[in-house]
């Protein structure tokens, strides 16, 4: 398994950068390039244009389900827009477009997904069922998975 110690460090450079480049719902292109990018790299296969801006990353099970004529799918969720406020915390990783912020904490969830998603890959045993995560506008209306 995955230490999340090891890993951490990538996690906090993820968080920050995205942090620093916020993007309003329907409009995160370079955050979902990037999401996109991590989903690639931690192997799963990766839709893009979700909804407009969503993307879908799917670890596929190796068990069938004979019932649902596939594998059967958990579905982790994570936001990806910015706000339309001015943040004012001064920090180094603040965000650098002005009356945009993550300031309410809306992007913290994707890292954490990333974290779990990286540390489930080496497990032998998993993924007995598809794992499908999605990122895409918070405020935005559901989209059915492909």
Partial sequence: MTDLAAILPDLVALRRDIHQHPELGFCEHRTAARVAQELRALGLAVHEG??????????????????????????????????????????????????????????????????????????PTLPARSISSSSRPRKGRAVPAR
Avoid at 56 to 72: D, E, I, S, Y
Avoid at 79 to 104: F, G, H
């Fill in 50 to 123: 979700i909804g407009g801006t969503g993307v879908v990353g799917v670890l596929q099970g190796r068990r069938p389900n004979v019932r649902a004529g596939g594998t059967r799918t958990v579905g982790l969720r994570a936001d990806m827009d910015a706000l339309p406020i001015t943040e004012q915390t001064n920090l180094a990783w603040a965000s650098r477009t002005p009356a945009r912020s993550t300031a309410a904490g809306t992007m913290a969830t994707s890292p954490c997904c990333w974290a779990r998603r990286a540390c489930w890959r080496p497990i």
